[in-house]
């Protein structure tokens, strides 16, 4: 069926991961502007528990929920018993976005239950269901290779985390011989934006250096600054979701199409908060992406995606919350 406001009404829609960063944006999305429309979170919360990094293990948080108006189901997807009971309800439509997200976790174990072995689990159900899958990969699968990124080029991840979402995408060129009509997976690129604060360390650069630099009037970045990131704005990629609704299946890149540095980070923090330094020190990763760069062009063809954020325009919109987070000493 072809996606229209109206067709989402009384449909049941279960998002993964819904009290993270960009799985609540989807949710209040659905609250605002299809009312009508059934939205059920499925999220592990935010626990005590830390990974060897000391991170927290699950990075949901209640408080990027308050205003949602939808159920919530605590539950881990990696355990079969909560699973059977979001598998009673009949889904038309799964947004997968719960997932070990912390690209600097080195438990190889725990990241391929969470990321993969779950994901196939989810992806079964969904066809029991009838629903369509549109899930959450990322640009962590084209690694340290040449940008700009391709679907089906460069894939070498250089973490276990990007290694995961590579067994995702596999695993859905697998299913979509035999479904062809009922799985898209989304590359996001490096997002940022409202309701991220609960990531903590692992938040999007933009986050910690307007929070550095409303703090401490000097920021620090990796020497020299000039690697190059496609920064995505989270209301495109909510966007990438919504029109990945009626789009082809397959698997694609969501990024701002564009390849920015972190110096222009700053530059645009300055231009929101006034000047401030910029202190320059070794990068300790060894896995570090020094330049990615989506090729969004499938995207744009096959799901009618495009992005209306350029880096200047997503920080000038997003600059309010994190002064308001500062302020609050949230950070
Ligand atoms: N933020 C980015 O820049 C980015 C880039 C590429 C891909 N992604 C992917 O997008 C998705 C959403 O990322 P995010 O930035 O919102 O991260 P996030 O950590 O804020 O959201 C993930 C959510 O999944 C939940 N979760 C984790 N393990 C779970 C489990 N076992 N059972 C149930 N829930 C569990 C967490 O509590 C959290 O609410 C993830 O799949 C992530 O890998 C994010």
Do not use: W
């Not at 949901?60 to 205003?67: E, I, R, T």
């Not at 980070?265 to 570090?288: A, M, R, S």
């Amino acid at each position: 069926m072809k996606y229209t406001d109206e067709s989402l009404n009384n449909k049941k829609i279960l998002i993964t991961g819904g009290a993270g960063f960009i799985g609540s944006n989807l949710a209040m999305y659905f609250q605002k502007f299809h009312p009508n429309a059934e939205v059920i979170v499925f999220d592990s919360f935010r626990s005590e528990k830390t990974f060897s990094n000391g991170n927290f293990k699950s990075l949901g948080h209640f408080k990027n929920l308050l205003d949602f108006n939808g159920e919530v189901i605590v539950g881990d997807i990696t355990n079969k018993d909560d699973l059977a009971r979001i598998d009673k309800i009949k889904f038309d439509y799964i947004f997968h976005e719960a997932a070990i997200s912390d690209t600097t976790v080195i438990d190889q174990d725990a990241i391929l239950r969470a990321n993969v072995n779950a994901y196939k689990d989810l992806l079964e159900m969904s066809l029991r269901h009838g629903a369509k899958m549109i899930y959450a990969s990322s640009a962590g699968t084209y690694g340290n290779t040449q940008a700009p990124n391709i679907v089906g080029q460069g894939e070498i991840p250089e973490n276990v985390y990007g290694f995961s979402k590579l067994c995702m995408d596999k695993l859905t060129y697998k299913f979509l011989k035999e479904n062809p009509e009922h799985i898209v997976g989304l590359r996001y690129f490096n997002v940022y934006g409202e309701n991220e604060l609960y990531k903590g360390k692992t938040a999007s650069m933009i986050l910690q250096l307007g929070i550095q630099a409303l703090k401490n009037k000097k920021v620090r970045l990796f020497k020299m600054g000039e690697q190059k990131r496609d920064f995505v704005y989270v209301q495109d990629v909510v966007m990438a979701n919504i029109k990945a609704i009626s789009g082809k299946s397959g698997v694609y890149n969501v990024g701002s199409g564009e390849s920015r540095s972190f110096n222009d980070i700053v530059k645009c923090l300055q231009n929101e908060f006034g000047e401030f330094e910029v202190e320059y020190f070794d990068n300790p990763y060894k896995f570090f992406q020094n330049h990615t760069h989506a090729d969004i062009e499938p995207t744009k063809e096959a799901l009618g995606y495009n992005p209306r954020y350029k880096l200047e325009d997503g920080i000038k919109e997003y600059a309010k919350s994190i002064k308001e987070i500062a302020d609050k000493g949230e950070f």
